[in-house]
């Protein structure tokens, strides 16, 4: 079995809110990864006394210890039972109903002698390479699929200079209508304080003899094919395979430092939080 993995601030002046862990049960049998990327909040009060890092270090660390000692238990059923008893750590200090209260976006994948299962909520992605070397992304489309309106905004952000009032207060407006949008019917779903989101995880399972390889990645490391367009979904997790995690993390920094105002490829945020996980199994 071969595991690599490789995590890194878009900041080196901020922490990294991205959480990766990968673990094998004592009893050496199959194992279980799980990926978070932390959804950063926008200035101001998000009515939680804690930073994204302490949140995605308990519900990953729950959601790890819970994947690998009930197996009896789906991985729908896992991150419910994480994101409860992470909730429970400060219900009684923060504002759990506000609707930026502390969330990631998830992957976890688990693995036995038969079977790989997987989810995935929200913009993270898994790669499932097939022996013959084929690449299916499990994905969650809903944050792609936002009403035409909402897409119109995003596109009239990305269109005026960064640095302008201009740009700010247009980025303010559509701030407010994706968060209109967030953990809504109608809308897209990450990891806060609601287990009911665990159904709404886009999940499945593989038989372990149809896979090679999973590679997990954080929005910032898919950007490398996602934003940036270096390569296929397969052409990243060959990199990743021949190269290994930081390999790929490094072509997302070079792509991001030869784009620094995002004029050629706009996002979010010049620089991203980035994970990678790759395992062989």
């Known amino acids: 079995m071969r595991i690599e993995l490789a995590t890194e601030p878009g900041d080196p002046q901020r922490p990294n809110e991205d959480y990766a862990s990968v673990a094998l049960p004592a009893s050496g049998q199959g194992g279980a990864l799980v990926l978070l990327d932390g959804v950063t909040p926008p200035e101001g009060d998000y ?9 995605t270090a308990r519900l990953g660390g729950a959601m790890l210890e819970l994947s690998v000692s009930h197996r009896d238990m789906t991985l729908p059923e896992v991150l419910a039972a994480a994101i409860s008893r992470t909730a429970d750590i400060h219900r009684a200090t923060c ?4 609707p930026r209260t502390p969330q990631a976006t998830v992957v976890a994948a688990r693995w036995s002698g038969d079977t790989v299962e997987h989810l995935v909520l929200s913009d993270s992605v898994l790669l499932l390479e097939r022996p013959d070397g084929s690449v299916h992304p499990v994905l969650d489309p809903r944050l792609d699929e936002m009403p035409p309106a909402v897409r119109e905004r995003r596109a009239a952000v990305r269109a005026l200079p960064r640095g302008s009032a201009e740009r700010a207060a247009a980025a303010r407006k559509y701030v407010r209508a994706v968060e ?14 609601d287990p009911a989101v665990a159904a709404r995880a886009v999940s499945g399972s593989t038989p372990r003899s149809g896979l090679r390889s999973l590679t997990a990645l954080s929005d910032g490391a898919s950007r490398w094919a996602e934003v940036f367009h270096e390569g296929s979904w397969a052409d990243c997790v060959a990199l990743v395979a021949a190269q290994g995690p930081q390999a790929l993390i490094d072509r997302v920094r070079a792509s991001e430092a030869a784009d620094p105002e995002g004029a050629a490829y706009p996002r979010g945020k010049a620089r991203d939080d980035a994970a990678v996980i790759f395992v062989a199994p």
């Open 180 to 193: 209109a949008l967030r953990n809504a019917e109608g809308g897209f779903f990450t990891a806060a304080a």
């Open 47 to 55: 009515g939680c006394v804690h930073p994204v890092p302490w949140f």
């Open 95 to 98: 504002d759990l109903s506000h």
